[in-house]
């Protein structure tokens, strides 16, 4: 692991990293006691199996007279605690555009939302996950109107880019131009603008933006966050002439920061957020102990998805089978759905183009529309913006086999290694919400519905509705997933090929003291399974205990069992 010193001079050079240290080191002491430190064991991450954390945004729940964040307080005590540890609430700043990601004021609450007195409450009963956005910021930040309005403590803030410049290597997530032209005190500038003229790019080149960006890191730490996620980090620094994607000094910064969290917040957890593929996306864990602790496992959503389509969980089966294992010092962030839609880069390589068109085409059949990024070669499909459950569920289906099949798919996510993040939409079982598309011709508006608390409540206690299916099934696995060692985000996973058509797979505890084989029905097909040592290289013992409702062990002997799965059953085995 490179010490500070190391990281400065790299990222900015010999002349400049001692005055650097020194204004690092400062900046840390004004905050040391500040950040409460819990009593944790060094050299394992504070995770276990009892760590589920929901995704929400701070207006997802609505209540008429009070503030949202105190409605989702509201709704979560109740209706949550024994089913998740944390809450991931997305930036919950001022903002102009993009739901939150154009963040105008970092060290402030979004007053639409509610205070920080808010935030903290939230986090008495739950643990809490902030976003920092540090790619970008508004064009309406105090920072970026001093850029425009000549103010030097601004003035290196942000790339001005003479628009004649070559760019074309330059990875584009969206279709839309790279650079935006602005009226400045000194003339037309054209400004580094990645995923919208709204959002304008921070230049990190510049070490006032990283001191900046550490201090607002570290109040996050003092006001609670446990878990910490770096947007879009892969954009980070700009090096004219490359892809300007994940670049060194990017790496670089990451590690930095993890170098300050080690020596002032060790239960922090850093987060980055690559919605790229596989290998790049694991590259931000650097040599398992120095950069991120958890990075997100994008490959999983599509893949899941081309599982319940074609009911063939062959191509999920060979990717889990690749992952690199995780250790007692870094997970993956497994999830299936958020805010954002579902990525369609990290599925190439291992769907064919066929079934990727395949994949598309459904998923517009079920209401879902399809984001566009630019190359060279013209615009490719980026992102499918559908809600997950609409995404996996055949229409045709009825109410409770709808429920089963979306159910089966997250079960894939909550059986494999690494930490769950269910976004709030899958575990209270929404569907698409078309009139926030229609009404603001935003596509990825089609899963952030904002739901009124009460009427959601009537809705879940709806006995015969899909809402009701599902939250009442997501909480019986995930009751299963937070009572056994098996599923410790450290605990090895051995990802097996038994059928096609099931994605299986055992997690031993990492203790031995237990394993747990996970059988997931992908299909709408009754499945008679055999489990031996053909397809399972662990030793199966003659007694076993089926803890999920569905699934059948119809005989069980030493070295052999037999197993019954109905349609999209999950079916979880300790042993």
């Not at 010999?14 to 950040?35: C, F, G, M, T, V």
């Not at 930040?141 to 003479?162: A, P």
């Not at 913006?385 to 009825?398: E, G």
């Not at 985000?489 to 299986?504: E, G, M």
């Amino acid at each position: 692991m490179k010490t500070k010193k190391e990281l400065i001079k790299f990222i900015y050079g010999p002349d400049s990293a001692e005055s650097i240290e020194k204004r690092i080191n400062r900046l840390q002491d004004q905050w040391r006691s500040l950040i409460k430190v819990p009593d944790i064991p060094r050299g394992k991450l504070p995770l276990s199996q009892d760590d589920v954390i929901m995704i929400s945004y701070g207006d997802s729940i609505t209540k008429e007279g009070i503030s949202s964040l105190q409605a989702l307080k509201e709704f979560a005590d109740p209706w949550l605690q024994e089913l998740i540890s944390g809450i991931h609430i997305l930036p919950f700043s001022p903002y102009t555009s993009d739901d939150g990601f154009s963040v105008v004021d970092y060290r402030q609450i979004n007053p639409d939302l509610g205070s920080w007195e808010d935030v903290e409450d939230l986090g008495e009963r739950f643990q809490l996950m902030f976003d920092l956005v540090l790619n970008h910021c508004s064009v309406s930040s105090e920072w970026f109107k001093g850029f425009l309005t000549g103010d030097d403590k601004y003035s290196r803030y942000f790339h001005s880019i003479d628009p004649s410049t070559d760019l074309s290597s330059v990875f584009r997530p969206r279709a839309l131009p790279l650079l935006t032209e602005f009226e400045t005190s000194r003339g037309r500038e054209h400004v580094w603008t990645t995923f919208s003229p709204d959002q304008v790019d921070l230049d990190f080149s510049n070490p006032d933006v990283l001191l900046e960006f550490l201090d607002i890191f570290l109040l996050y730490a003092s006001k609670g966050a446990q878990i910490i996620r770096l947007d879009a980090i892969g954009f980070l620094w700009k090096e004219i002439g490359t892809t300007c994607m994940h670049h060194p000094k990017t790496h670089a910064v990451v590690q930095l920061y993890r170098s300050v969290l080690n020596e002032l917040a060790p239960h922090v957890i850093l987060l980055t957020e690559t919605n790229v593929p596989h290998k790049e996306n694991i590259s931000y864990f650097g040599d398992g102990n120095d950069e991120a602790h958890m990075v997100y496992q994008f490959t999983l959503p599509p893949l899941t998805l081309d599982a319940y389509i074609r009911e063939n969980a062959g191509h999920l089966t060979d990717w889990a089978q690749s992952l690199t294992e995780v250790n007692s010092e870094n997970s993956y962030f497994n999830f299936m759905s958020s805010h954002d839609g579902i990525g369609v880069l990290p599925a190439r390589g291992y769907l064919s183009d066929e079934e990727l068109d395949h994949l598309i085409h459904v998923v517009v059949s079920r209401g879902g529309k399809v984001s566009y990024k630019a190359t060279p070669d013209g615009e490719i499909p980026y992102e499918l913006n559908i809600n997950y459950r609409d995404a996996v569920n055949n229409p045709d289906l009825p109410v409770e086999l709808k429920a089963m099949q979306f159910l089966s798919s997250q079960a894939v996510m909550l059986v494999m290694a690494g930490v769950p993040g269910i976004y709030i939409h899958s575990l209270l079982g929404s569907g698409n919400w078309t009139q926030g598309v229609e009404e603001s011709g935003i596509n990825r508006r089609i899963n952030r519905e904002k739901m009124d608390g009460l009427i959601l409540v009537k809705e879940l206690e709806e006995e015969e509705s899909l809402r009701h299916h599902i939250y009442q099934g997501y909480r019986s696995l995930l009751k299963i997933r937070r009572s056994r060692k098996a599923f410790d985000p450290s605990s090895p996973q051995t990802v097996l090929k038994i059928d096609p058509q099931v994605f299986a797979l055992i997690r031993t505890a990492y203790d031995d003291s237990e394993s747990v084989l996970c059988l997931q029905n992908v299909s709408r097909r009754r499945l008679h399974l055999t489990v031996d040592g053909r397809n399972c290289p662990i030793p199966l013992p003659d007694r076993c205990n089926c803890l999920t409702e569905g699934g059948s062990v119809v005989e069980a002997e030493e070295g052999r069992w037999e197993i019954i799965l109905e349609p999209f059953e999950v079916c979880w085995v300790a042993f």
